[in-house]
């Protein structure tokens, strides 16, 4: 059994409720193009990437058939709402439970770092007054893979110096989720409606319930019964 060394978190939807405002940036340009998406058909985007997240809006309409430079026109007016949405962030929209965890954590010694799909990433972090907290953040234009690949979660061990099966994967996303086990590291999922072939190891509905002694825990607890 390997102690838990490293914590490694998502941001968007995790550390600060971005989530909700890429959704309201991409209806933006759905409603524009005619197609119709909502929360629910929202959450398999939680986690992709902004061009990834463009074809699968894409896809709801297949007579659509737009050029390279009409798709980059698309990502460009996505990206310039979603700061305009994000211009007014501040430390208070750290979501609730989160400044304890990282306190915590800080205090207890785990090094901490974050794996985002978001190109924004640093951005946020430093408009939230944490880009200190963390030991590392993962470049996602540096990786080959995105999420459900696990390559920026086994990147973020190695940025911590620790093989990811020491660390605890915290996400909102499916495509996290799928990430973090695939780089067999302990998942914690946070507000997931539902799951498909890949499992948490911990579950919360809101980022107040996360205690790290906690998560620490029952992560321990269910290695010791699985073997
Ligand atoms: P950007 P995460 C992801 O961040 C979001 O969940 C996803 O909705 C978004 O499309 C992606 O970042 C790319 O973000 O357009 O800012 O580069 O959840 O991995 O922190
Ligand atoms: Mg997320």
């Known amino acids: 059994m390997s102690e838990i060394k490293g914590l490694v978190f998502d941001l968007d939807g995790v550390i600060t409720d971005t ?21 629910e058909w929202n959450e398999r ?12 809006i894409l896809a709801e309409d297949p007579t659509l058939l737009l050029d390279a430079d009409e798709k980059e026109q698309l990502l460009q007016e996505k990206n310039a709402h979603y700061l305009e949405l994000i211009a ?15 306190d915590d954590a800080k205090r207890a010694g785990y090094r901490m770092a974050i794996a985002s799909a978001s190109k924004n990433a640093p951005l946020i972090l430093a408009r ?17 893979h995105n999420k459900p690949h696990p390559e920026i979660f086994e990147r973020a061990a190695q940025a911590l110096g620790l093989e990811t099966h020491a660390c605890i994967g915290f996400e909102d996303s499916l495509a996290g989720i799928e990430g973090i086990k ?10 997931i409606p539902a799951f498909g072939e890949w499992l ?23 290695e010791r019964v699985e073997g």
């Open 19 to 39: 989530a909700e405002r890429h959704y309201l940036a991409w209806k933006r340009i759905a409603d524009r193009l005619g197609i119709e998406i909502d929360r």
């Open 45 to 56: 985007l939680k986690g992709i990437s902004r061009t990834e997240s463009l074809e699968l």
């Open 88 to 102: 007014q962030t501040t430390a208070a929209d750290i979501l609730p439970g989160i400044p304890e965890l990282l």
């Open 128 to 144: 939230l007054g944490l880009s200190a907290s963390f030991d590392a953040v993962v470049d996602p234009e540096s990786l080959i």
């Open 182 to 191: 695939r780089a067999d590291m302990p998942a914690v999922a946070i507000g």
């Open 200 to 222: 948490p190891d911990v579950e919360v509905a809101t980022t107040a319930e996360l205690k790290l002694a906690k998560i620490v825990h029952k992560v321990k607890m269910k």
